[in-house]
């Protein structure tokens, strides 16, 4: 059972376009949303994250659209830069602050952002 | 800190044998995970501890894997014996209680 799926699959853009990425899940009861980036041969390192109390949170050019009645959550990056090629991951929590806390991911993207 | 530290960094071993993965939590962290990536599967939760403790070992996917955490600064993944399916990146990652993971450079294990 997929909880959290991600789209699309794979991604170009021209640099100094929008990239947009876009996650969807199921369970109302998730209450935290990252966004990983992982470059090849690199772990996924946390890019933002938001909760569900608040609608968008921004930090520089990256920015998390989040539509609780949609349950869906989207990464937006403005002014994309071929450094920004990697592969990115939604995810999504239950119980962000109990002892069962856990992530569940989306499948990935894979942004390739040309000169 | 150096963050979460995992070796070996690559292992090729052939079918049958015993492989051991170590992780090194980042000091602090309450809770540890064992993820495994390939390219059908994604990313996929294998197990977690949270203080020292597994919490949820339903992602192991097999009885030939196995996990312990025998103190705040180490964990082993052990597959016994190998598959040449058991071919992946394991990703070890380590969390403060309510925060973001923070994973290791990854384990490639190569089956043959």
């Known amino acids: 059972q997929q909880q959290v799926k991600q789209s699309p699959q794979s991604l170009i853009v021209q640099k100094g376009g929008i990239s947009i990425i876009n996650c969807a899940y199921e369970?109302?009861?998730?209450?935290?949303f990252p966004w990983y980036q992982q470059f090849p041969g690199k772990g996924p390192a946390l890019l933002i994250a938001?909760?569900?109390?608040?609608s968008e949170k921004k930090e520089g050019r990256f920015t998390i659209s989040f539509n609780k009645s949609a349950k869906q959550f989207s990464l937006h990056i403005m002014d994309s830069q071929p450094g920004d090629s990697a592969t990115y991951f939604c995810?999504?929590?239950?119980?962000?602050?109990?002892?069962?806390?856990?992530?569940?991911f989306g499948k990935g993207t894979l942004l390739t952002v040309n000169p | 800190d150096a963050g979460v530290i995992q070796s070996p960094r690559h292992e090729v071993t052939e079918m049958g044998q015993e492989v051991t993965l170590r992780c090194k939590p980042i000091?602090?962290?309450?809770?540890l995970f064992w993820y495994r990536q390939t390219m059908m599967r994604g990313l996929e939760l294998l197990i977690y501890?949270?203080?020292?403790?597994?919490?949820?070992d339903s992602g192991m996917p097999e009885d030939r894997f196995s996990a312990k955490m025998p103190n705040a600064s180490f964990s082993t993944l052990k597959i016994q014996p190998s598959e040449p399916r058991d071919s992946a990146v394991y990703f070890c990652?380590?969390?403060?209680?309510?925060?973001?993971?923070?994973f290791g450079s990854g384990t490639r294990l190569t089956v043959v």
């Open positions: 990652a380590s969390s403060p209680r309510a925060g973001g993971y923070t």
């Open positions: 369970n109302t009861a998730f209450d935290y």
């Open positions: 938001i909760r569900p109390d608040v």
């Open positions: 995810a999504a929590s239950l119980n962000s602050g109990g002892s069962n806390y856990k992530l569940t």
């Open positions: 000091s602090g962290h309450d809770y």
């Open positions: 501890f949270n203080n020292n403790v597994p919490i949820d």
